[in-house]
């Protein structure tokens, strides 16, 4: 039985994924934000598939100290249970936010979680995905075309924009799949990033101010079931060839951004090193 | 530049290390919450590469603060600025609050305010200019019911950096009053700020413009920052309608804004 891990499992599109695979016949360890929503997450599971096979893991995944707890109990979980292997890591954990807040260390909330966390979590499960020859997918979202990184205030300090941290963190979901695949391809990995479209779930509603909960909730509206995105995660892990692509909508590649190149990428693995106080190199051999 | 930033790990006051990071300034850092001050420590280090010395302290106890102070002097630590961020508030009533928290918030916003300032300008940097900051409250502006003790502890804040201002000023020591409405820092102050509805919004800073601004302004030698024009406004009503009708006003808004959100928060 394959074993793939889903970050922010509890609900929207982790959830959905979740449940999807677990009925192709995944062993599905979620991730979730509490343990509350982490034992809610599991009853909707069984309730849809009785033959689910599924356990869960709870913490604050933008907070490192939290991330490191989590990662070092997935470890000895998949040491213990899993022979070691991890088929597929399913970096979807994200937010928003309407205003500039900082995580513990003093770095931007939407960049912490959206993009850190996923970097840090990947790291520390490495060995686990290259033993497995592995996958690794992030949720992004169309919205990361027409921005750039602004490498000089990366956590948008001056003049926070919402929206601006937002778009720029699914930037670096994207730059962050495409540094994989540079480094880690020979040694058997593949990383993908998706595009679920504009999707039914709550993530403008959560930790958000009046206008951002006003504004999504009209526009989530349009949006369709999270069962659609969840057949792209289906489909890249299902795939028993690892398909070719880097971005992904509706099971079909996509362009993204110009600025998806070489030297952003290289340039953001190692920011994000340094911000992570780690090092790849460290844990892998490039082959 | 040597600053010292007291509650350094919470919200505000990791926004204004990170302001003051990023300018290259050497940190001096403390809370009563260690393992917050060493995860700032390390994520300044990292972002910024400046020099970032984190120890954990009890303000509110004189031992606490000496042990502080000894390891300062040992290593010939000086200050050229102070930011006294610490600080606290309970929600609730005068009467519905336990007597011990009631009086914690005076131990701390005034007491070990006045005691780490006092420690701190005794060690300035001989022969520089020194500035100091301490964050008040738009709430020091009014007798505030519900919010009395808190307010009135601010007030005495910016009350004491007016006059230890004038006092100082031929010693080349500069202190600012901050005094923000909301600031969202944490979920809980978020939820406060949406309990209070219109106002709660209006009167809301942004915590990246406020850390910026502050330092800006306390290396310019102003005596007071109130961010934002509304809450400017706010003040300038303050000042001219009378003090007893202020307080009845502010009894009606908060009574409801604040069972609302007492019912937000028993709800999470």
């Not at chain 1, 930037?171 to 058997?188: T, V």
């Not at chain 2, 003040?235 to 009845?248: D, E, N, V």
């Amino acid at each position: 039985m394959k074993t793939v891990i889903i970050t922010g499992a509890t609900s929207g599109i982790g959830l959905e994924t979740a449940l999807k695979l677990t009925l192709k016949g995944y062993f599905v360890i979620g991730v979730g934000h509490s343990r509350e929503n982490c034992d809610m997450a599991i009853e909707q599971i069984m309730r849809r598939n009785p033959e689910a096979k599924t356990v869960f893991f709870s913490g604050e995944l933008m907070q490192q100290r939290e991330l490191k707890r989590v990662a070092f109990e997935l470890e000895r979980y998949l040491a213990e249970n899993c022979n070691g292997e991890l088929y597929a890591l399913i970096n979807n954990v994200g937010g928003v936010r309407s205003w500039y807040q900082t995580t513990q260390e003093g770095y931007e909330q939407q960049f912490a979680l959206n993009h850190l966390a996923s970097f840090m979590l990947t790291y520390r499960l490495f060995p686990y995905i290259e033993k497995a020859l592995g996958r690794v997918i992030m949720t992004g979202s169309n919205s990361h075309k027409g921005i750039k990184i602004q490498w000089k205030d990366v956590m948008l300090k001056k003049g926070y924009n919402p929206l601006t941290a937002y778009k720029q963190s699914k930037l670096c979901n994207i730059l962050f799949a495409k540094a994989l695949n540079d480094r880690y391809r020979r040694n058997g990995i593949a990383a993908y990033t998706v595009d679920p479209g504009l999707v039914k779930t709550n993530i403008g509603n959560k930790q958000t101010g009046k206008l951002v909960n006003v504004i999504w909730s009209l526009r989530k509206k349009q949006g369709v079931s999270p069962e659609i995105p969840a057949e792209t995660y289906v489909f890249l892990c299902e795939s028993r060839d690892a398909p070719k692509g880097l971005y992904y909508y509706l099971c079909r590649e996509q362009k993204y951004s110009k600025e998806v190149t070489n030297e952003n990428a290289d340039r953001l693995f190692e920011l994000s090193e340094k911000l992570c106080g780690i090092k790849y190199s460290d844990l892998v051999t490039e082959l | 530049m040597n600053v010292m930033i007291t509650g350094a790990s919470g919200g505000l006051g990791r926004a204004l290390a990170a302001e003051c990071a990023g300018r290259g300034y050497n940190l001096f850092l403390t809370d009563i919450n260690e393992q917050g001050l060493r995860c700032l420590q390390s994520g300044l280090e990292r972002q910024y590469g400046v020099c970032v010395t984190a120890r954990k302290c009890d303000l509110t106890d004189d031992e606490s603060v000496d042990e502080m102070l000894s390891v300062i002097d040992r290593n010939g630590i000086e200050f050229d600025m102070l930011l006294n961020i610490a600080g606290m508030d309970f929600e609730g009533g005068f009467l519905d609050r336990e007597r011990e928290s009631v009086v914690k918030i005076v131990s701390l916003n005034v007491e070990a305010t006045l005691r780490i300032t006092h420690a701190i300008l005794k060690r300035r940097r001989a022969g520089r200019e020194f500035s100091l900051v301490f964050v008040s409250s738009l709430a020091s502006l009014y007798p505030m019911p519900l919010k009395a003790t808190y307010a009135a502890s601010k007030r005495f804040l910016s009350d004491f950096a007016l006059a230890i201002g004038q006092e100082l000023k031929s010693q080349n020591v500069k202190v600012l009053t901050l005094c923000p409405g909301g600031l969202p820092t944490t979920q809980e102050a978020i939820s406060g700020i949406a309990a209070q509805g219109f106002w709660g919004e209006m009167t809301t800073n942004k915590l990246e413009t406020v850390a910026s601004r502050t330092i800006e302004r306390a290396l310019k030698g102003k005596r007071m920052y109130i961010p934002g024009t509304v809450n400017r406004t706010l003040s300038l009503c303050g000042k001219l309608l009378p003090r007893s009708f202020i307080a009845a006003i502010i009894y009606k808004r908060w009574i409801g804004a604040q069972s609302k959100w007492l019912s937000l928060e028993s709800k999470t």
